[in-house]
């Protein structure tokens, strides 16, 4: 019996405590402290509720327990990996998916090991904090950034896929960034959509608004002019955007 709903993802299943959409509203505003919340009501002259996400919206809707399994800046090997890491029994499984360009790194940050996330770029491109430029074969070949990040994210796709029908584990996968799975940039990428199970995933090849991200911005339920992250209008939409494919697939098991 199901009784619980895990939201694996990025910014965008952390949520946040804006209610609307703020003009001038700066990005990376986060009200999780009560000393956050006060000087963010000082500031704008509106009062920041409890974070919510599209996850926690629908398990609130359909009576499950909820957890979240998201980072800041997570990459989709961030996911893929915590997939494999979690207990998902007697779960629905919610999975946004973030920019491929996201990388996870090892690093010995702690005394234990330590995932972090960097950004892949190709030579030419600026450098920023957290960005790599990638270019192990100097002037004899040019990486296929783009290209390789598709792919790279379909694989994890299917391979989660599989992994959950094996299980038995009812789940349901969106784009929160866009992929670019509606522009296929190699004959292997579209070869690779065409294992993706659609009827678990919205949208699989939609337009960058048809992603929670592009969806959001679209109707200006983001967070501010300064910041496309949903606010909580836009989670809520979001959520009952995606609720009856939740409940289909959940009806079928």
Same mark, same amino acid.
């Given at each position: 019996?199901?009784? *619980? %709903?895990?939201?694996?993802?990025?910014?965008?299943?952390?949520?946040?405590?804006? /209610?609307? $959409?703020?003009?001038? %509203?700066?990005?990376?505003?986060?009200?999780?402290?009560?000393?956050?919340?006060? #000087?963010?009501?000082?500031?704008?002259?509106?009062?920041?509720?409890?974070?919510?996400?599209?996850?926690?919206?629908?398990?609130?809707?359909?009576?499950?327990? !909820?957890s979240?399994?998201?980072?800041?800046? &997570?990459?989709?090997?961030?996911?893929?990996?915590?997939?494999? #890491?979690?207990?998902?029994?007697n779960?629905?499984?919610?999975?946004?998916?973030? *920019?491929?360009?996201?990388?996870?790194?090892l690093?010995? %940050?702690?005394? *234990?090991?330590?995932?972090?996330?960097?950004?892949?770029?190709?030579?030419?491109?600026?450098?920023? $904090?957290?960005?790599?430029?990638?270019s @192990?074969?100097?002037?004899? !070949?040019? /990486?296929?950034?783009?290209? #390789?990040?598709?792919?790279?994210? %379909?694989? +994890?796709?299917?391979?989660?896929?599989?992994?959950?029908?094996?299980?038995n584990? /009812? $789940?349901?996968?969106?784009? &929160?960034?866009?992929?670019?799975f509606?522009?296929p940039?190699?004959?292997?990428?579209?070869?690779l959509l065409?294992?993706?199970?659609?009827k678990?995933? $919205?949208?699989?090849?939609?337009? /960058? +608004?048809?992603?929670?991200?592009?969806?959001?911005?679209e109707?200006?339920?983001?967070?501010s002019?300064?910041d496309?992250? @949903?606010?909580?209008?836009? +989670?809520?939409?979001?959520?009952?955007?995606?609720?009856?494919?939740?409940?289909?697939?959940?009806?079928?098991?």
């Open positions: 019996m199901i009784n *619980s %709903l895990i939201h694996f993802g990025c910014s965008f299943a952390m949520g946040n405590g804006v /209610p609307t $959409y703020v003009e001038g %509203l700066e990005s990376g505003a986060f009200v999780h402290t009560d000393a956050l919340r006060k #000087e963010f009501t000082r500031k704008y002259k509106i009062k920041p509720k409890e974070p919510q996400s599209c996850g926690s919206i629908i398990a609130k809707k359909l009576g499950l327990n !909820y979240k399994i998201a980072e800041n800046g &997570a990459s989709n090997e961030m996911i893929f990996r915590k997939t494999l #890491e979690t207990k998902l029994d779960s629905f499984v919610l999975i946004g998916f973030t *920019s491929n360009n996201r990388r996870e790194g690093t010995t %940050l702690r005394r *234990s090991s330590h995932w972090h996330t960097w950004k892949m770029k190709a030579p030419g491109e600026v450098a920023k $904090y957290k960005d790599l430029i990638f @192990p074969w100097k002037d004899e !070949y040019k /990486p296929a950034i783009e290209e #390789e990040g598709q792919i790279r994210t %379909l694989i +994890q796709i299917i391979y989660m896929q599989n992994y959950f029908k094996s299980n584990i /009812p $789940y349901l996968m969106f784009n &929160a960034l866009w992929n670019g509606d522009i940039l190699t004959k292997e990428c579209g070869e065409g294992q993706v199970d659609e678990c995933f $919205y949208k699989l090849r939609g337009t /960058p +608004q048809d992603t929670q991200h592009g969806w959001c911005v109707r200006k339920l983001n967070v002019d300064l496309d992250h @949903p606010n909580l209008q836009g +989670q809520e939409a979001w959520a009952e955007e995606l609720l009856p494919q939740v409940k289909a697939i959940l009806n079928a098991n």
